[in-house]
């Protein structure tokens, strides 16, 4: 079975117009994809979420953590 790893993103408040625009967004470079694939794992990216009970869900749920 398949390890789910967790992946966190980079993330713009919307302040950086080079960066997504206006809009808040989750960035992500695609090579930290294909390394946690390559290994024989399951990519999971991690939202920002505000609900406490989501976050511990999602930490739950994973088996390994990169941090980019």
């Given at each position: 079975?398949?390890?789910?790893?967790?992946?966190?993103?980079?993330?713009?408040?919307?302040?950086?117009?080079?960066?997504?625009?206006?809009?808040?967004t989750y960035f992500l470079r695609a090579?930290?994809?294909?390394?946690?694939?390559?290994?024989?794992?399951?990519?999971?990216?991690?939202?920002?979420?505000?609900?406490?009970?989501?976050r511990r869900r999602l930490v739950t749920?994973?088996?390994?953590?990169?941090?980019?």
């Amino acid at each position: 079975m398949k390890s789910l790893i967790g992946v966190t993103p980079d993330f713009n408040a919307g302040d950086r117009r080079e960066w997504g625009g206006r809009e808040p967004t989750y960035f992500l470079r695609a090579r930290y994809i294909r390394a946690i694939e390559d290994l024989g794992g399951i990519p999971l990216v991690l939202p920002l979420a505000a609900d406490l009970a989501a976050r511990r869900r999602l930490v739950t749920s994973i088996v390994g953590l990169l941090l980019t």
